[in-house]
């Protein structure tokens, strides 16, 4: 998943949330360096990937992108699931999106001095442009795909991604919402572990 799902499904803990949300900007042992509570949200962060991962709804429904992205699908899958998240009435009730996405920003913000230094970067552009409020557009998701397939090795700036998303996107919206639920269930299980 990708950083508006992780941070949803923090569940409004303000520590695991910043574990979360730094867990791809912690290797390995290195997360034994930051409080136990932000350790809980590293480890959760990393169970959450696995799930979806292996997950075989999603094993389909990265097909709908192999085209244009091969090996790099679960990563733009992620992406487009927040999408799906962003624009989920069940989730995000109407006008609730943008006060929890200026709620993130301002916690991790609390926590500048824990957080990697290449994080820290990411989060200055991720607050500048509103990644999180901007995945419920198709403008905002369209420039998250393209600048993901910018950095992405071995792909072309070019990649089509998007024009894959818009002709799936009924596909794709329908992988989310048989999936989510099933994430969403098993992340409480372990949050309450």
Avoid: C
Avoid at 14 to 41: C, H, T, W
Avoid at 72 to 78: T, V
Avoid at 113 to 131: I, N, R
Wanted: cysteine-free; overall charge neutral.
């Amino acid at each position: 998943m990708n950083y508006l799902a992780h941070a949803y499904l923090s569940f409004g803990s303000e520590y695991v949330l910043v574990g979360n949300m730094v867990s791809d900007f912690v290797k390995g042992k290195a997360m034994l360096q930051f409080p136990l509570p932000i350790q809980r949200g590293i480890r959760l962060h990393r169970l959450i990937d696995s799930f979806t991962d292996a997950h075989p709804v999603n094993k389909a429904a990265r097909q709908y992108l192999a085209p244009a992205v091969a090996r790099y699908s679960g990563a733009f899958l992620d992406i487009i699931y927040d999408h799906f998240l962003a624009t989920d009435a069940s989730r995000f009730a109407p006008g609730a999106l943008k006060p929890f996405t200026a709620g993130v920003y301002a916690r991790l913000r609390q926590e500048t001095p824990l957080l990697p230094p290449p994080f820290l970067q990411t989060l200055g552009y991720m607050e500048k442009y509103d990644w999180l409020f901007h995945y419920s557009m198709h403008s905002g998701i369209q420039r998250s795909l393209e600048g993901l397939a910018r950095r992405a090795t071995y792909l072309p700036d070019d990649a089509p991604v998007y024009s894959l998303f818009e002709q799936h996107y009924a596909e794709l919206g329908d992988s989310y919402r048989l999936f989510f639920p099933e994430l969403e269930a098993y992340t409480r299980q372990q949050f309450a572990l």
